[in-house]
């Protein structure tokens, strides 16, 4: 009989957050106005101890985001050992959202030192190379492979440049227990009719 595992809750300064994810600017509002109607904040965001006293943000960085658009400056959260594996596994969320796809594929074009590349099916492969940004996967089956071979930062600018194309849309957060496939992507699109963009992300 496996033990089970309690993440250890406290109440620390947003302040001493270190974040390391692209913020939704349209989902952090919406979490704003949910925790001030509701009155509490529901998942608490998961950090690890970091350096001098800080933590390092693992997941929840929207809720973080929304507890100091409220104006507060403490926050509670689920504080994990980062270096134990029964206590964290790294997986990526997925979005789902609704966009005029002629301009996405067009603004990214734009962006410096990308490079877009269509593919006949979703092939989960594709997140484990080391530049890939993201994989596009449409309503109508087309796929798209974006990467850029710049640094690791500037691959994340690019990142949080293309959530940026959709961040006042609602954007549906979707994960996969076992690796997406064109099959499992389109059971969310028939899940959500109202979406036609799936973007994967790779998982560092």
Known sequence: MSAIFYPDLKIVAI???????????????????????????????IVTNFFNNTYLHLDGVNRITAVALLKYLTCLVQVVDYGDPTHVHLSS??????????????????????????????????????????????????????????????????????????????VERVFSGSPWTTESIRVRFERFPEHNLFVAFPTF
């Open 15 to 45: 302040s001493h957050i270190k974040l390391q994810e692209y913020v939704q600017r349209g989902r952090m509002k919406t979490l704003a106005e949910e925790i001030k109607r509701e009155g509490m904040l529901r998942n608490p965001p």
């Open 93 to 170: 969320w997925s979005h789902l959202t609704s966009v005029d796809k002629e301009h996405v594929l067009s603004s990214i074009r734009k962006l410096p030192a990308v490079t877009m590349k269509e593919t006949k099916r979703f092939d989960h492969r594709i997140l484990f190379r080391p530049y890939t940004i993201c994989v596009l996967a449409f309503a109508d089956g087309s796929v798209v492979e974006v990467s850029t071979k710049k640094s690791f930062t500037e691959l994340i600018t690019r990142m949080g440049s293309i959530v940026d194309l959709y961040a006042d849309t609602r």
